[in-house]
Nanobody
């Protein structure tokens, strides 16, 4: 069993910053890529950012490029999402996900590439 627990969400004003964390525990694997997704009310869940096991490959949703940064600390089994210059349209429930892989440079980009999910942490950006 694999558990993912997100934290760091909250209420922030436009232009503010938040740092999300996701800790992976339980039956982890020798290598896994990770991703952040989000779901706003009335919308489908969408990819936000992904990072390879090695940490050297990343990918971002176009609208967050230059504002969000994904990183990971494999020694702590933790992935982070630093979110700066937040906008009202960033308001959503943010989920982290694990993608099992033997490829150190694989980055998940869609939901079907992910195997385990957290419960989500709410981010609300007020204008």
């Amino acid at each position: 069993q694999v558990q993912l627990v997100e934290s760091g969400g909250g209420l922030v004003q436009v232009g503010g910053s938040l740092r999300l964390s996701c800790v992976v525990s339980g039956r982890t694997f020798s290598s896994y890529a990770m991703g952040w997704f989000r779901q706003a009310p009335g919308k489908e869940r969408e990819f936000v950012a992904g990072i390879s096991w090695s940490g050297t490959a990343t990918n971002y949703l176009e609208s967050v490029k230059g504002r969000f940064t994904i990183s990971r600390d494999n020694a702590k089994n933790t992935v982070y999402l630093q979110m700066n210059s937040l906008k009202p349209e960033d308001t959503a429930l943010y989920y982290c996900a694990v993608a099992r892989t033997y490829n150190n440079y694989f980055v998940p980009r869609v939901e079907r590439e992910c195997d385990y999910w957290g419960q989500g942490t709410q981010v609300t950006v007020s204008s």
